[in-house]
């Protein structure tokens, strides 16, 4: 029950992208409390603790994610938000609370042979903390042969999991488009050059780019998610502004497809007597499993729950993960964590979710036997 009350504490106090204060002290203290070693201020609210058993040299890193959305909470129970405008709708919160418990337990246990980094991130949802927890040095100041993950994911039954090895998860970038036209009176048209329809126009042909561009026997998304223009019914504005996302798996697609947004806005823009000005933001990569360390969490899975309560094929998804960048520095592996059917099924980045409290043991009890499988005792390994 202590990690359930640390995880709806944090539920009802959300902080976003490096405003984590209050969660990080949580963390900190219980970190501390729990006789383990803990540096702070990396990517401003990250935290790293440090665990170390026995005389052996290797390393690995668990990381967390502890950011919550800027989005208003629909649930009415006694742990939601007290922040209006902002809600712990990905689970980053249980996420936080299972490593806790995991990192409580083996420090009381110590049934490992080297060292263990819990990586607890800021700004994953918004601002890619993982790639700035790099950037201040989080592989080189803490040394580790591997970095593990998790996230929740409704669906998959409480007590089950998912895992596989390559894409887990797509990359997404974001796009924008600025349609630069002549304004005029709604009633002489002719005297414009409309960005409103030119607008119209490129967001069917945009929509072609995947039907007719990528091969349909691999994966793209583009998604046209906000236009922006005009300020009066009996005014045709100067300016419209179009955004959106790609998500993708495969490097060539992604280039294909960029290359494709910028070719078509400039046609489609000059056709209708317009300019197209295009803004192209490559986020975060495609989360891909190394082979070795997915297998190795594979095994410590069908051991933990049984072989049947492991989906080692499960259908990658679109959506993505800045953890991808972790991946990209160091081998590892990213899992999925049954978040049920009930409780807290319904899906992340829903104003009704709530991490299911149910699936923190099965969590804390995976970190633990990773760890204890990863890095296994002196005299386990001389029995070997």
Same mark, same amino acid.
Request: proline fraction near 5%; aromatic fraction near 6%; glycine fraction near 10%.
């Given at each position: 029950?202590?990690?359930?009350?640390?995880?709806?504490?944090?539920?009802?106090?959300?902080?976003?992208?490096?405003?984590?204060?209050?969660?990080?002290?949580?963390?900190?203290?219980?970190?501390?409390?729990?006789?383990?070693?803990?540096?702070?201020?990396?990517?401003?609210?990250?935290?790293?603790?440090?665990?170390?058993?026995?005389?052996?040299?290797?390393?690995?890193?668990?990381?967390?994610?502890?950011?919550?959305?800027?989005?208003?909470?629909?649930?009415?129970?006694?742990?939601?938000?007290?922040?209006?405008?902002?809600? =712990?709708?990905? &689970?980053?919160? /249980? $996420?936080? +609370?299972?490593?806790?418990? !995991?990192?409580?337990? *083996?420090?009381? %246990?110590?049934?490992?042979?080297?060292?263990?980094?819990?990586?607890?991130?800021?700004?994953?949802?918004?601002?890619?903390?993982?790639?700035?927890?790099?950037?201040?040095?989080?592989?080189?100041?803490?040394?580790?042969?591997?970095?593990?993950?998790?996230?929740?994911?409704?669906?998959?039954?409480?007590?089950?999991?998912?895992?596989?090895?390559?894409?887990?998860?797509?990359?997404?970038?974001?796009?924008?488009? =600025?349609?630069? &036209?002549?304004? /005029? $009176?709604? +009633?002489?048209?002719?005297? !414009?050059?409309?960005? *409103?329809?030119? %607008?119209?126009?490129?967001?069917?042909?945009?929509?072609?780019?995947?039907?007719?561009?990528?091969?349909?026997?691999?994966?793209?998304?583009?998604?046209?998610?906000?236009?922006?223009?005009?300020?009066?019914?009996?005014?045709?504005?100067?300016?419209?502004?179009?955004?959106?996302?790609?998500?993708?798996?495969?490097?060539?697609?992604?280039?294909?497809?960029?290359?494709?947004?910028?070719?078509?806005?400039?046609?489609?823009?000059?056709?209708?007597?317009?300019?197209?000005?295009?803004?192209?933001?490559?986020?975060?990569?495609?989360?891909?499993?190394?082979?070795?360390?997915?297998?190795?969490?594979?095994?410590?899975?069908?051991?933990?729950?049984?072989?049947?309560?492991?989906?080692?094929?499960?259908?990658?998804?679109?959506?993505?993960?800045?953890?991808?960048?972790?991946?990209?520095?160091?081998?590892?592996?990213?899992?999925?964590?049954?978040?049920?059917?009930?409780?807290?099924?319904?899906?992340?980045?829903?104003?009704?979710?709530?991490?299911?409290?149910?699936?923190?043991?099965?969590?804390?009890?995976?970190?633990?036997?990773?760890?204890?499988?990863?890095?296994?005792?002196?005299?386990?390994?001389?029995?070997?």
């Amino acid at each position: 029950m202590r990690f359930v009350a640390i995880r709806r504490d944090i539920h009802q106090h959300p902080e976003t992208a490096y405003e984590e204060v209050r969660t990080a002290a949580i963390v900190t203290d219980t970190l501390r409390a729990a006789g383990i070693e803990v540096v702070t201020g990396l990517a401003e609210t990250g935290i790293v603790g440090i665990l170390r058993a026995g005389s052996g040299k290797r390393a690995i890193g668990l990381r967390a994610d502890m950011d919550a959305l800027n989005m208003e909470e629909g649930n009415v129970f006694a742990h939601r938000s007290s922040h209006a405008g902002k809600m =712990h709708a990905c &689970g980053h919160d /249980g $996420h936080t +609370a299972t490593l806790l418990a !995991a990192a409580t337990y *083996l420090a009381e %246990t110590r049934r490992f042979d080297g060292t263990v980094y819990f990586v607890f991130q800021p700004a994953e949802e918004a601002d890619g903390g993982a790639r700035r927890m790099i950037e201040d040095g989080l592989f080189d100041r803490f040394p580790m042969e591997a970095i593990f993950g998790l996230h929740n994911m409704p669906g998959i039954p409480v007590g089950s999991f998912a895992v596989r090895p390559g894409a887990m998860m797509a990359g997404v970038d974001e796009f924008e488009i =600025h349609i630069e &036209g002549v304004g /005029g $009176h709604a +009633a002489m048209p002719h005297l !414009a050059s409309d960005p *409103l329809v030119t %607008t119209g126009a490129l967001i069917q042909a945009l929509q072609t780019i995947v039907a007719r561009n990528v091969d349909p026997m691999r994966n793209a998304v583009l998604s046209l998610t906000r236009v922006n223009g005009g300020s009066a019914s009996n005014v045709l504005p100067g300016e419209v502004e179009l955004a959106g996302t790609v998500r993708y798996f495969d490097a060539d697609i992604q280039a294909l497809v960029e290359q494709r947004i910028a070719e078509v806005a400039h046609h489609v823009a000059r056709a209708h007597g317009c300019l197209a000005t295009l803004r192209y933001g490559r986020l975060f990569p495609p989360t891909i499993n190394a082979p070795a360390e997915t297998k190795l969490c594979a095994g410590v899975l069908r051991d933990l729950v049984g072989a049947e309560r492991v989906d080692t094929n499960p259908q990658p998804v679109m959506a993505s993960e800045d953890f991808a960048f972790m991946l990209q520095a160091k081998p590892g592996c990213y899992i999925w964590l049954g978040n049920g059917d009930g409780d807290g099924g319904c899906g992340v980045h829903n104003p009704h979710y709530d991490f299911n409290d149910r699936a923190i043991p099965f969590g804390a009890a995976y970190w633990v036997r990773l760890v204890e499988t990863a890095l296994p005792p002196a005299e386990l390994q001389d029995a070997s």
